[in-house]
């Protein structure tokens, strides 16, 4: 198509069209694309093009097409969306941005992935509608050229996907001309036997019927020109192939057993001569019993607005009528595309209509993850209607089968969680009672009523689905969360330790927990063991038995002095070692030596700020390194530690040190408030691993406000 082609189409149908705009997105997307090519071995350009042709037909406002021409390249070429916006403006950067930012996900499973770009999709149209429709118009694209791809596998993959996810979006939003081609372009990748089986059989009906649809035209003609309608319009229309196997597949009927495989539609000018028209074809023809069908007083959610019936027609064939206004066929043709609203510079808000929407967005709220996500969601999409009224007459269109816990659900959600019975058409029923399309519901809820797992069973909307199985997770985490905490606080009892939430916090991220809630039903259920935790909160703590059995050990030990030695490598044979206080020093740190004439070595950390006034005396340092030997020995860790001024709070600070394995060297008190006093405390330990495990011990503890290693005096 050439660039004045597309700008001519969109002028026909609205002269106040951008043309400008248009042109220059046409120009910037094919410079933009350049010499990239499509597995048809043809210009990628020609894609985002035939997908603005595609929204002409649908009579798409400019940034709608502009929006077409545009929505590869952010994805395709590089070229950022603020160049786009800066270009084009916002808005028509705001749907390119929700129509390619859909395919970016990059999730391990593939069921994930799919489930991930359909929520985003939601949440994109949901915005604007128009998202959905540049998407559709793409996948149609797609479609029509899908024999260009060598893999048949990924041929059905697409195939599939369409099917499931974007057919039923088309004929949610009324578009059922984009969901017939869908459908049948699918069904030649999915099952090409069977489309093929169907397409002999029709080539042989119309080879045997070629002048039956024509004389049953012509006697709908006359009958309804005999009634006082001359001006009403009769034409068939052959049901696509897709459709004639779905429905063999539903009523398990063979091919001949089908009586619709044509339906005629009749366009009248009003609502009132569609009742006439009715009128005429049911005075003049026997009517076969339970095939009328109202869909004026009773739209369909999608908007779908329409008199169905069936007769015993001319000739005596079975005939399916459909008769509706001009207005009508155009809504059921193109669907929301057929509404003006944001053609004439409104916001976009036709979408506002779609109930199924805001549920389906509700159904994302409540699921927990996004396959589960995308399950209830093909059961919000894939159902056919039944049409229940409230007691103030309020239509409620739900899934054949629905229940009335799915009639409370579609109500609201809190009149779902507490619906405790219901009457329909005045009687008193089961909550499990299958509801049929005119059945008037009146609900019965109670405070005290919660979801129960029973009505998953039988509920059959995504959305009631969603939240009884929200409710039931949470209320099962509840419990396996206050199970955790009793076996927590059980297993801290028994080591002498006070359970706290404060503990528990310290370690949500070493345990890769969210929530401490999170963590305790983990717990409870089995998949994390109360001892793991109690370990990662206290990771140098030895049972109450085998501290006492080492603090007996200790006593029978003859002190040492603080400068007693520990087995270094790199020293100076004979020379003295002292341990730096500045730093305090401990096995596990990286250390180096300073030699004082008279004094020996002192013992450093790396990282020691006393080091820098030795930087001018390259001769006096040593690389040493701890011995192995050093195990079993003790040095002393300094700490600082802020403490709650309250009875008993250095008992337990004491109790904590020595339970993990230390030994209070020495103490000092540096401040005292009413509420805290801070503390030094020289512990004895065997290393910087010790003094770190003591570290978590003190931070889990109730009574400790703040407590970290020392450096300095």
């Not at 400068?563 to 250390?591: E, F, K, S, T």
């Amino acid at each position: 198509m050439r660039q004045y082609e597309l700008v001519e189409r969109v002028k026909a149908y609205d002269p106040n069209a951008d043309e400008d705009l248009i042109n220059r997105a046409y120009v910037f997307a094919m410079m933009a694309h350049g010499s990239q090519l499509r597995a048809s071995g043809d210009p990628y350009f020609s894609h985002p093009l035939e997908v603005a042709a595609i929204l002409t037909e649908m009579k798409l406002d400019t940034a709608s097409i502009c929006t077409a021409l545009l929505h590869d390249v952010v994805e395709d070429t590089g070229v950022p969306l603020s160049e786009i916006e800066k270009l084009f403006g916002k808005e028509i950067a705001r749907l390119v941005d929700g129509v390619t930012k859909l395919g970016k996900l990059e999730l391990q499973e593939k069921g994930a992935e799919q489930a991930e770009n359909f929520r985003k999709l939601l949440v994109a149209m949901s915005e604007d509608i128009r998202v959905l429709l540049v998407k559709l118009a793409d996948r149609l694209h797609n479609m029509r050229t899908m024999h260009h791809i060598p893999s048949e596998e990924k041929r059905r993959k697409k195939s599939l996907e369409t099917l499931e996810i974007y057919a039923p979006l088309a004929e949610r939003i009324g578009i059922n001309k984009v969901k017939d081609e869908l459908e049948d372009l699918c069904f030649t990748y999915i099952n090409p036997e069977a489309r093929a089986s169907i397409m002999s059989r029709l080539e042989q009906l119309r080879a045997h019927g070629a002048d039956t649809v024509p004389q049953i035209i012509a006697g709908l003609n006359e009958v309804l020109a005999e009634g006082g309608l001359p001006k009403a319009e009769v034409f068939g229309r052959e049901k696509r192939a897709y459709s004639i196997w779905s429905k063999m597949q539903k009523k398990d009927i063979t091919f001949e057993q089908l009586s619709d495989i044509m339906a005629f539609r009749i366009i009248v000018p009003d609502i009132g001569e569609c009742y006439h028209a009715l009128g005429i074809i049911h005075s003049h023809f026997p009517v076969v019993p339970g095939r009328f069908k109202d869909y004026i007083s009773t739209p369909k959610p999608n908007g779908y607005k329409s008199l169905h019936t069936t007769v015993i027609g001319p000739m005596n064939q079975r005939v399916e009528v459909q008769i509706r206004t001009r207005e009508m066929h155009e809504i059921a043709e193109l669907g929301v595309a057929a509404h003006w609203g944001y053609k004439e510079g409104k916001p976009a808000g036709d979408h506002q209509q779609y109930r199924w929407l805001r549920e389906l967005l509700d159904i994302l709220d409540q699921s927990n993850k996004p396959d589960e996500f995308l399950e209830h969601t093909k059961l919000e999409l894939f159902q056919d209607q039944v049409f229940t009224f409230t007691p103030k007459g309020a239509i409620v269109a739900l899934p054949r089968g629905a229940t009335l816990v799915d009639f409370a659900y579609a109500v609201h959600s809190a009149v779902g969680d507490h619906c405790v019975g219901a009457k329909v058409n005045g009687r008193m029923v089961p909550l499990r009672t299958v509801l049929r399309n005119g059945d008037q519901v009146e609900i019965i809820t109670s405070k005290a009523q919660t979801p129960s797992p029973e009505w998953e069973r039988f509920v059959v909307t995504g959305k009631a689905r969603a939240r009884i199985r929200k409710y039931v997770r949470t209320q099962q985490r509840d419990q396996y969360a206050g199970l955790g905490k009793a076996m927590l606080e059980k297993l801290f009892r028994q080591e002498g330790y006070e359970y706290t939430e404060k503990a528990i916090e310290g370690i949500l991220k070493v345990m890769k927990f969210e929530e401490v809630d999170d963590l305790l039903a983990s717990v409870g259920s089995g998949f994390t063991t109360a001892q793991q935790v109690f370990n990662a909160v206290f990771p140098g703590h030895r049972s109450q038995q085998l501290a006492e059995i080492e603090a007996t050990k200790k006593r029978q030990t003859v002190a040492r002095s603080a400068d007693q030695p520990v087995a270094i490598r790199g020293m100076i044979p004979g020379m003295a070692i002292h341990y730096a206080r500045c730093c305090h020093p401990l096995p596990g740190d990286r250390i180096v030596g300073i030699v004082t004439t008279g004094k020996g070595v002192t013992v450093h950390t790396i990282d020691c700020e006393t080091l820098e006034s030795f930087a001018e005396s390259p001769e006096r340092w040593l690389d040493i390194a701890w011995d192995n030997q050093a195990a079993g020995n003790e040095v002393i860790g300094r700490i600082n530690a802020t403490v709650s001024n309250e009875p008993g709070a250095l008992g337990t600070i004491a109790t904590v040190i020595g339970k993990n394995g230390g030994n209070i060297n020495n103490l000092k008190f540096t401040n005292r408030s009413q509420d805290f006093f801070e503390m030094q405390i020289d512990i004895d330990v065997a290393d910087v691993k010790q003094l770190t495990n003591i570290l978590a011990a003190l931070r889990a503890t109730p009574v400790v406000n703040a407590v970290e290693r020392t450096r300095g005096q």
